[in-house]
């Protein structure tokens, strides 16, 4: 199973949750009282699939965002209110500065996908384009999360391939292994379990990111021949992107769930099946250096 397949997966799961709480909680007002521009009364004669104005909102639709049902622009900017909700936009106010949030937790990108797509009509389980929109929108939430969790690689120190510069270099990178890897998969696998519990706090997962933090700048001070210069950049980035999902972990553990919940689900990739890589192409990479020992 590929790391994205079981990303995708805690995507929909969420999503699961998310649209039975988001969508129900979204459709009806939060102050509990309709707009004025439609009254109780009237509000109770639409069907669902009523749209006055023509704008690609039902009427009920124009309740959610509290728009007016029987004008196509409700902000006269030229764009429909259809159009401005399924572009992230604000409806009910003019652009330039009509964006919907745009620096929302990852959690509320998903429900306003989801709640975009259910009014669209492409999320509704009768909908032919229900799996394609679904998909679509697992796409959307990985590639933000990616998107959100940048790091800094830094520059190796590379020196001449040489009969001591190889011997060094495979000595500090077994110590590494051992020292700086090793630990780091620890504390990833100590967080998991603690996470299970409920017992995690955020100063442990921050503990853990300053730790890695700490190995992946030892790592990078070590000098490395030339040859060896893009096996040990991958060993460093595995390392960086561990820390980097751990400071997301911590950042989002309070105010968005879904992207903690990725960045956990991730980091137990990252440790699992990140380092079998990394360490299965150390090993190449010493052999193709110095030749497969004999009798193995």
Known sequence: MSGKFKLALVVLAFAALVSVSSLLSSLSPSDGRLPATISEEKFRTFSLLDDEDGDGLSNRDENIWRTNWQNPDTDGDGYSDGEEVLSGHDPTK?????????????????????????????????????????????????????RRNTF?????????????????????????????????????????QANQRDSLSTEQIRGAADSVDRHAATYAA?????????????????????????????????????????????????????????LRSYVQALEAEYGTPSGT
């Open 94 to 146: 003019r652009g330039p500065d009509d964006l919907l949030n745009s620096d929302r937790s990852l959690t509320e990108r998903m429900s306003s996908l989801l709640l975009g797509g259910y009014i669209k009509g492409d999320l509704k389980p009768e909908s032919s384009q229900y799996d394609t929109a679904l998909a679509a929108i697992v796409d959307e939430i990985f590639n933000e999360h990616e």
């Open 152 to 192: 800094i690689v830094e520059q190796l120190e590379i020196v001449e391939v040489s009969t001591e510069s190889m011997a060094t270099y495979a000595e500090s990178t077994a110590d590494a292994l051992s020292e700086l890897f090793y630990p780091s998969g620890i504390a990833v696998y100590e967080l998991m």
């Open 222 to 278: 070590i000098p490395v021949p030339k040859s060896l210069g893009e096996h040990h950049r991958r060993g460093l980035t595995l390392l960086r992107m561990i820390e980097q999902e751990l400071r997301t972990w911590e950042q989002s553990e309070s105010h968005d769930p879904l992207s903690a919940t990725l960045s956990a689900t991730r980091l137990g990739i990252l440790v699992t099946d990140g380092f079998e890589l990394f």
